[in-house]
């Protein structure tokens, strides 16, 4: 019997670690945007001021707190 082996894409270290930066990257994106749809009760809630909010809508997707980073 003749055994054959199928081929099977396994993505690099190096692919799977640009996948999860730009995953990190977009969810920091998505978390942020989600802080401006926030009513006064919530941001009350959580401490937050409409000027919090804005700083930190306004940082680019780097700009992450050190335990955020990969």
């Known amino acids: ?10 993505a690099t270290p190096r692919r799977a670690g640009l996948f999860r ?18 009513d006064a009760h919530a941001r009350k809630d959580l401490g937050l001021s ?7 809508t306004a940082r680019p997707i780097w700009d992450v707190p050190q335990t955020w980073r990969l």
């Not at 019997?1 to 396994?10: E, N, R």
């Not at 409409?50 to 930190?56: A, C, L, R, T």
């Open 50 to 56: 409409e000027q919090d909010i804005s700083i930190e």
């Open 1 to 10: 019997m003749a055994h054959t082996v199928a081929q099977h894409h396994v």
């Open 21 to 38: 930066l730009v995953s990190k990257a977009f969810s920091v994106w998505r978390e942020r945007r989600a802080l401006t749809a926030l």
